[in-house]
């Protein structure tokens, strides 16, 4: 498990330090790729909106359906459900909860 706030800026969160992230994300975000990641791999990364809200995310990882846009409501919650399969990041995205 690996929390904290995510300032604006890019990412590529270590998975070595486990599979679930909570983060709180205090500006806009890139995250593109995660580090120390096997192939299989399955990381569940949860985002909430500070109090500011309307954060975005911006990333070439494949998500369901092709929506990666997050909630924009202060507080809200979303989860991204990410599997690696060894050459790419299929990501699902559930948002909205509050």
């Given at each position: 498990?690996?929390?904290?706030?995510?300032?604006?800026g890019?990412?590529a969160?270590?998975?070595?330090?486990?599979?679930?992230?909570?983060y709180?994300l205090?500006?806009?975000?890139?995250?593109?790729?995660?580090?120390?990641?096997a192939?299989?791999?399955?990381?569940?990364?949860i985002?909430?909106?500070?109090?500011?809200?309307?954060?975005?995310?911006?990333?070439?990882?494949?998500f369901?359906?092709?929506?990666?846009?997050?909630?924009?409501?202060t507080?809200?919650?979303?989860?991204?459900?990410?599997?690696?399969?060894?050459?790419?990041?299929l990501?699902?995205?559930?948002?909205?909860?509050?």
């Amino acid at each position: 498990y690996s929390g904290g706030t995510l300032a604006a800026g890019t990412y590529a969160l270590d998975v070595s330090s486990g599979t679930v992230h909570k983060y709180t994300l205090g500006g806009n975000i890139t995250m593109n790729a995660l580090t120390n990641v096997a192939t299989a791999s399955n990381i569940t990364l949860i985002l909430t909106q500070d109090g500011t809200g309307s954060r975005t995310l911006t990333s070439t990882m494949k998500f369901a359906g092709g929506s990666k846009t997050l909630s924009t409501q202060t507080g809200a919650i979303d989860v991204i459900s990410i599997v690696y399969d060894g050459a790419n990041y299929l990501a699902g995205l559930t948002k909205g909860f509050a």
